[in-house]
């Protein structure tokens, strides 16, 4: 799954936002988590607007994981 691209920008958010040690931690773990969902539904989104069919993001990218 393609969760890992965004670490550096999901990182770089909450250091900017004022998280630091644990608490940076467990934020980005909980943000990470949220990604291939918000990236489906995004995609989705997408794909219903132009008139397409429904598909998961395993179907679109694979599952490398």
Known sequence: MITGEFD???????????????ALLDKFKEIRA???DAMEK???DLI???????YT???VF????
Do not use: C, F, R, T
């Open 34 to 36: 949220k990604v291939p």
């Open 8 to 22: 550096e920008e999901i990182l770089a958010d909450l250091i900017n936002q004022g998280y630091e040690g644990n």
């Open 42 to 44: 995004m995609l989705n």
């Open 57 to 59: 993001m395993e179907e």
């Open 62 to 65: 694979g599952d490398d994981e």
């Open 48 to 54: 219903e607007q132009s008139g397409g069919e429904y």
